[in-house]
């Protein structure tokens, strides 16, 4: 097999997407677009990606900073396509191999597509091959012109398209496999086009026809892989087009989607066999989903770690925390980061934890707020209970011990520890540590006024 390079071409503005953000890191399915394209050119096992950028204090570059196994060139003028891979000749001069050429806006090319194209240019040897796509709307891309034969003939851009050009079907895809030495001499070789003063790579289909080298015209068989994204639409429909490729591949690991049309799930997600997922979820960043889970309507979880045989109810909220096996969380609870439900414990609805580590088998049930708390094995937090942790100034940790009851209504004034076995009776504040075993009791001893009520309304 051949020396391959690839080159991305990655300094466009995206004027269209109307964002400051450059348009090839706008995300798809939580992952910048550039990052799809990436993914798909690891299945052409290259030596070396170089990715085009504007300048080097433009987004691109920045992003890519801290990556050493990609390698940036800078485009620095606006000057079409073929100015932008010849702004690669550094890293590409001293190859002798093939060039592929991708383009950071396409990111819906897949793998298996791009391997199967640049598997045949090699075994084919061919000087250049490009691939095309027959698309019901070509709109904005270069036409592929054909002689009677059948052969490509050249490929004319948008701009410079006739009225009778631009009713062809067939585009261009803007994906190449070139000869390394072949496509430098041919880049030297380009001109400036009339209307726009820029140089388009899509010429040197042109001059290889031309010159009479051996040229491949590969034709795309999904037309989806190779819809361009200009603006806010099209981002929108690939975003779709992904999450349905995502969604196809749980299926076959043994997820379970009740409606799969509208579940939103990044490509960063992970989730176990047997786990059934319920109609307007959305599982985001690195959330992991272990087996046999139930993620139920309306649910949203970002960086989660959920363990096997764990229920979420409808309508939770929860980030950057943990759900060990067999817990049970909702409807309508609120986990913020860093929170830690143990083994088969309940954290029920409208219960909202914060940095707060709940044991094996705990219960919280109902309407609590427990931030920065270590909560026992079999603990039972009662309905209203609250961790007063924050003093306008630092935030302080509440401690409660194993099997201790707190009973409903409860402030408990941080920092405070609670022993094991302990109870709290019901419309507490506690303020002061409670030994273990101990019953707990805060509140004003009840005083009834007879006749108080009658007496009023005289």
């Not at 020396?3 to 503005?13: N, P, Q, R, W, Y």
């Not at 590409?92 to 592929?100: A, E, I, Q, T």
């Amino acid at each position: 097999m051949p020396e391959i390079s690839v080159v991305i071409l990655a300094a466009g503005a995206g004027k269209r997407m109307k964002s400051d953000l450059p348009k090839v890191l706008h995300p798809l399915c939580g992952l910048p677009m550039i990052e799809h394209v990436l993914k798909s050119a690891h299945a052409v096992r290259a030596k070396q990606t170089i990715v085009v950028a504007s300048k080097k204090s433009d987004p691109v570059s920045q992003y890519f900073r801290n990556n050493s196994k990609i390698k940036i060139a800078y485009q620095g003028q606006a000057l079409g396509t073929g100015h932008a891979v010849h702004s690669a000749e550094k890293f590409l001069k001293r190859s002798k191999g093939y060039v592929v050429i991708l383009y950071g806006d396409d990111p819906l090319v897949k793998p298996e597509t791009l391997r199967k194209f640049v598997d045949t240019v090699v075994k084919e040897k061919k000087t250049l091959g490009f691939v095309t796509a027959i698309l019901p709307n070509p709109f904005g891309l270069g036409r592929i012109v054909r002689n009677p034969m059948g052969d490509a003939e050249k490929v004319v851009e948008e701009k410079e398209a006739t009225e009778e050009i631009k009713k062809i079907k067939e585009i261009n895809t803007g994906i190449y496999c070139v000869q390394s030495e072949w496509l430098l001499q041919t880049l030297k070789k380009l001109e400036k086009h009339p209307v726009t003063g820029e140089y388009y790579l899509t010429d040197i289909v042109e001059e290889a026809i031309a010159e009479g080298v051996r040229v491949l015209g590969f034709v795309g068989e999904d037309p989806d892989e190779f819809c361009g994204i200009n603006n806010r639409k099209e981002l929108a429909r690939a975003d779709e087009i992904i999450r349905g490729r995502l969604i196809e591949y749980w299926f076959s690991k043994g997820v379970a989607f009740i409606d799969p049309r509208h579940v939103y799930l990044d490509a960063t997600v992970t989730i176990g066999e047997g786990s059934l997922i319920y109609p307007q979820t959305f599982l985001y960043g690195k959330t992991k989903i272990g087996k046999n889970c139930l993620i139920d309507s309306g649910s949203i979880l970002r960086d989660m770690v959920v363990g096997d045989g764990v229920t979420i109810k409808p309508y939770c909220v929860l980030e950057e925390s943990v759900l060990e096996k067999e817990a049970v969380v909702g409807p309508f609870a609120r986990l913020r980061p860093h929170s830690h439900v143990g083994p088969r414990a309940h954290i029920g609805n409208f219960v909202e934890l914060k940095k707060t580590k709940i044991g094996k088998g705990a219960k919280a049930n109902h309407l609590s707020y427990l931030g920065d708390a270590v909560i026992g094995e079999e603990a039972n937090i009662g309905c209203g209970t609250i961790t007063c942790n924050y003093d306008g100034v630092k935030k302080y940790p509440t401690k409660i011990g194993k099997k201790v009851f707190v009973g409903s209504d409860v402030s408990l004034v941080a920092p405070v520890t609670i022993g094991d076995g302990a109870t709290i009776g019901a419309g507490s504040i506690i303020t002061d540590n409670v030994p273990p075993g101990a019953l707990a009791i805060a509140r004003q001893r009840q005083i009834n006024k007879k006749n108080w009520a009658k007496k009023r309304k005289k």
